[in-house]
Each structure stands twice: as structure tokens, then as C-alpha cells.
Nanobody, 114 residues
């Protein structure tokens, strides 16, 4: 499974960004898809996950501001990020689970700064 993430960039506080991550290769059998983030000097943490049925879970810090969604036909997961804060600055990584194995994308940098 190969994952290609896109959509990162520089945004002012309060702004919005939408991340996308498309899975290709052996993508049949993908179960959950998600986003993690890693700020400088910190560990990689879960942001949000979504399973094939559409059930979601979010980190407390992003609830009400971020929305995860997926297009199963396109094997793509999205992360709509609103009301961005400087503390959301991080490299965002997509992650998928397929047949009990986990795959990571290359990461996309999100910088929230004025």
C-alpha cells in the first residue's frame, strides 16, 4: 500500500486547511484510515481515525474543529481542519490499516502562524 498525502501549508490562526491522502497499490481490504501528527520534539499522536463504516474518533484537542471523512471508492481519506491554532503546527501523517498491518504516508507539514 502506498499513501500520498497532500494539502499542507502555511495558514493564519483561525484559518482552514484540508488534507487528503490517497491509497494505491494493494488497497483492497483497507479497514481503518486516519491521521496522526508530530510536532517538533514531540511524539507522534493520533488526530482522528475513521473505519469502513464511518465511525470516527478524535483527539480531544481537535474535537469540534477537525472532521475526518473518507471516500471508499477512491481509497482516500480527508481531514478538514478549521479554526486552526498555532499548537496545531506539526507534520501530519496519514495511516491505514489493511489486513492487520499499518502503513504510513510521507507526511505533510502544516504551519499555523501569523
Amino acid at each position: 500500500v502506498q499513501l500520498q498525502a497532500s494539502g499542507g501549508g502555511l495558514v493564519q490562526p483561525g484559518g482552514s486547511l484540508r488534507l487528503s491522502c490517497a491509497a494505491s497499490g494493494s488497497s483492497v481490504g483497507i479497514n481503518s484510515m486516519g491521521w496522526y501528527r508530530q510536532a517538533p520534539g514531540k511524539q507522534r499522536d493520533l488526530v482522528a481515525r475513521i473505519n469502513t463504516g464511518g465511525s470516527t474518533n478524535y483527539a480531544d484537542s481537535v474535537k469540534g474543529r477537525f472532521t475526518i471523512s473518507r471516500d471508499n471508492a477512491k481509497n482516500t481519506v480527508y481531514l478538514q481542519m478549521n479554526s486552526l491554532k498555532p499548537e496545531d503546527t506539526a507534520v501530519y501523517y496519514c495511516n491505514v490499516e489493511r489486513l492487520s498491518l499499518f502503513y504510513w504516508g510521507q507526511g505533510t507539514l502544516v504551519t499555523v502562524s501569523s
